[in-house]
């Protein structure tokens, strides 16, 4: 197509979303309280009132004539959209009051188990699993959408709510309990579609002028069938009369085959993710002639990583887009709700080190600025490129960056290094001896319930209101009550609990070399979870023993086994910003010979057991199959590489958890640990099929206890979870362990679950 200028006036600027966890953590304070019945629900409601408006300025603040709205969540978008479409499973519906019922749902009742929660694509955010059956009906509630569009309106704003398209919706849903494996809920599109058609007719009569429609399913490999699919859905959504203006959005990664069908889509807009592997859409955006007669939201700034973007780069790359859309507007590549809220909060990190990251709120003048380069021409912004490259480079030049120790090092591995010596029938054998455990062995997952008087204990040591010695006794002591608890249980396999982490990379991001980490850089996981993901800013080492001392003090309080527990380097990279200038396989390896280091001294300190949790290798998969095989073989091997080197008769565990693992089951096969511990109450113990119908060969610990509800399963229950189990997997390979740490839970939860636990597996031995 003919290439055109930009069109006169201010170009729009604008993001897919923001963060809504509050500054200070506002909405995790106020939703924990009324959990507790601290908090009213009217009181809450004030909160959510006066934390958007907070979101609102802010956007409004730094510029951007374009706002998202219906973003904001009290736990999930995809929750959300359950109540927007009335897709309630039924066993909730009992629920009366609305609030409560929401919450019933994300995290169960006394008796009434939650939905599933799973990964929200390559992230380590986590959905709720719409729950359908063939006979779902579905009926609109748009009450949310209107209240956060009638709030910004009271702002002087114009704003756009954001709703998650009703193809990825049906894309991400699965069959409800008991209706027939095989149900595709994309066959409920017709009956869906209506609710959608409804909602986009309100909305106008509401005075919205445009309406988001979140569709990320397109980053995926799809069948022709769900393309099929979204092309009903938006011919039938974009045809409908008296409708706002739709934006479909789409990120993630590249559109690919999907491109033509965006070009041609009915719609006045689409969003596009123009970063990392997303960057290849310009191409396939060029090869379809463009978006003619559309607006093209582009997404230049990086919305899932905190580094400073290469502002000179991208306005040389919203330049090239000028001739491919009749309306160019600047934007986030995704929501923000992926990256921290603020980096000038961050007054502990030295200042040249602070100006290599954009979180939110810079990243928003950095939309706005480009912006402005574009409209009024790259001189008018000359100074603030020039301080950007010059920042770049600045980092480019660090020490901090590069260590040619490490590289050697890592240059040096060879095959041998990440290979067990014996297959594992040798090695259960003579961990059979050594550990001498029953059928059905008992164990957890590594930490113990956090209580406000261990963080309390860690931050005045951290402030320096508590003396080193007077605060490792307060931790030994905690630690000794957390072994005597577990041995009053009964547990044949014991941790220490874990109360000196506080969060499992973090915790090994503050000792290793190349990592930094921040004080207020918090990011929504899921519900009121929030971690703080530190940043790989140089190549990793480990200049000391991270965890051996506390391991060996645990051990030393007990004759059972005392796992040693570290995080593995896919899940260390995956729960950490990357750097963006080495390939994430280098970075891998680094940290994998950095946790190497530490598992030979916790072997040599006589530690039989040695987990090595990898949550997030499912989750670092990437989206097109095209590129999976690369990142298995690289990410299988790191994990092999950090615990090749040990004997036979250790042990070796590794866990994971809320992710499908059904893709990757070969993967898993080729770390070649002697025990998995994988998440499987909410999902009915179905990976215990998976992984015997993939004849996965060692041990097994699909869990039977769901730490991320307040309930406590009955011993009846996890009884019946076991029998489920037995059917897949052999009495002598088969643990006994809960879904996930129980960091989050309370002591009084956690001690009558794991009795249930306990007794349920005595039963059946």
């Not at 039924?90 to 629920?95: G, N, Q």
């Not at 859409?281 to 905190?306: F, S």
């Not at 200038?581 to 030979?600: C, F, G, H, K, M």
């Not at 949790?613 to 499912?618: G, V």
Request: include cysteine; charged fraction near 25%; glycine fraction near 8%.
């Amino acid at each position: 197509m003919t290439r055109t200028r930009f069109p006169g006036g201010p170009l729009p600027a604008t993001v897919l979303g923001h963060p809504r966890i509050g500054r200070n953590r506002a909405m995790k304070k106020a939703i924990e309280a009324y959990w507790r019945g601290e908090l009213s629900g009217y009181n809450l409601e004030r909160t959510v009132v006066a934390q958007r408006r907070e979101v609102f300025e802010t956007l409004q603040a730094a510029g951007l004539t374009d706002v998202p709205c219906n973003d904001f969540s009290l736990y999930d978008q995809v929750l959300d959209t359950i109540c927007l479409v009335g897709a309630v499973p039924e066993r909730h519906r009992a629920v009366t009051d609305g609030l409560e019922r929401y919450f019933a749902m994300a995290r169960g009742t006394a008796g009434v188990a939650p939905l599933e929660m799973t990964k929200w694509f390559d992230t380590n955010y986590h959905y709720l699993v719409p729950e359908l059956r063939p006979d779902t009906t579905f009926t609109l509630d748009l009450s949310k959408p209107r209240r956060e569009y009638q709030q910004a309106r009271t702002l002087g704003l114009d704003a756009r709510p954001v709703l998650v398209g009703p193809v990825t919706f049906l894309r991400l849903a699965k069959p409800a309990p008991g209706v027939d494996p095989d149900f595709d809920p994309m066959s409920l599109l017709e009956e869906l579609l209506p609710v959608y058609e409804q909602a986009l007719t309100e909305l106008a009569a509401e005075g919205v002028s445009w309406v988001q429609l979140d569709e990320p399913v397109l980053a995926q490999d799809q069948p022709p069938t769900v393309l099929d699919a979204l092309a009903t859905a938006i011919d039938r959504l974009g045809t409908l009369e008296n409708r706002p203006k739709l934006l479909l959005a789409t990120y993630f990664g590249v559109v690919r085959e999907a491109m033509p069908l965006l070009r041609d889509a009915p719609v006045e807009g689409i969003a596009l993710d123009l970063t990392g592997p997303g960057a290849a859409n310009v191409g396939e955006l060029d090869a379809v002639g463009g978006l003619p007669g559309k607006r093209l939201v582009a997404g230049v700034v990086d919305g899932r990583n905190v580094w400073a973007a290469d502002l000179r780069r991208q306005l040389g790359l919203l330049t090239t887009l000028s001739g491919l859309a009749d309306e160019i507007v600047v934007s986030s590549s995704c929501s923000l709700l992926h990256v921290p809220l603020d980096v000038s909060l961050e007054t502990d990190l030295a200042p040249d080190v602070r100006s290599w990251f954009a979180f939110a709120r810079q990243k928003l003048d950095e939309v706005v600025l480009l912006a402005r380069g574009i409209t009024a021409g790259p001189a008018t912004i000359a100074d603030e490129l020039d301080r950007n490259q010059q920042v770049l480079e600045n980092r480019r030049a660090s020490a901090m960056t590069n260590d040619p120790r490490v590289r050697e090092r890592a240059a040096q591995v060879s095959a041998a290094d990440a290979q067990r010596a014996h297959p594992y029938p040798e090695r259960a054998a003579r961990q059979a001896e050594r550990l001498n455990l029953p059928d059905l062995p008992t164990t957890t997952i590594g930490s113990f319930p956090q209580t406000r008087a261990l963080r309390r204990a860690r931050a005045n040591w951290r402030r320096g209101e508590l003396s080193r010695p007077d605060y490792e006794q307060r931790m030994r002591a905690e630690v000794e009550h957390v072994i005597r608890l577990q041995e009053t249980l009964g547990l044949d396999v014991l941790v220490h609990g874990e109360p000196e982490r506080n969060d499992m990379v973090q915790y090994f991001a503050e000792q290793l070399a190349g990592f930094v980490s921040t004080r207020h850089g918090w990011v929504q996981s899921y519900g009121t979870r929030y971690v703080r993901p530190p940043v790989i800013v140089g190549d990793v080492s480990r200049p000391e023993p991270m965890t051996v001392a506390w391991t060996s003090y645990a051990q030393s309080l007990t004759d059972r086994p005392v796992k040693g527990m570290l995080t593995g380097p896919v899940t260390m990279l995956r729960w950490s910003f990357v750097r963006d200038d080495l390939p994430p396989a280098q970075t891998a390896r680094q940290v994998a010979l950095a946790l190497r280091d530490e598992v030979a001294d916790l072997e040599a300190a006589g530690t039989a057991v040695i987990q090595v949790d990898e949550p997030a290798l499912r989750e670092g998969l990437p989206l097109r199959a095209s590129e999976r095989d690369d990142y298995l073989r690289w990410a299988t091997e790191a994990f092999r590489l950090a615990t090749g080197g040990v004997r036979d008769d250790t042990q070796v565990h590794t866990h994971m958890c809320y992710a499908e693992f059904g893709e990757i089951l070969a993967a898993v096969m080729d770390l070649d640990t002697d025990v998995i511990s994988v998440e499987a109450a909410r999902s009915h113990m179905s990976i215990a099929a998976d992984l015997s119908g993939a004849g996965y060969p060692s041990g097994v610990g699909p869990g039977v206890y769901d730490i991320h509800s307040p309930r406590v399963p009955g011993r009846e229950e996890i009884t019946g979870l076991l029998l489920r189990a037995l059917d897949h997997v052999p009495a002598g390979r088969l643990w006994v362990n809960p879904d996930c740490g129980l960091k989050t839970r309370d002591e009084t939860e956690v001690k009558a679950s794991l009795a249930h636990l306990v007794a349920a597996a005595k039963s059946l031995r």
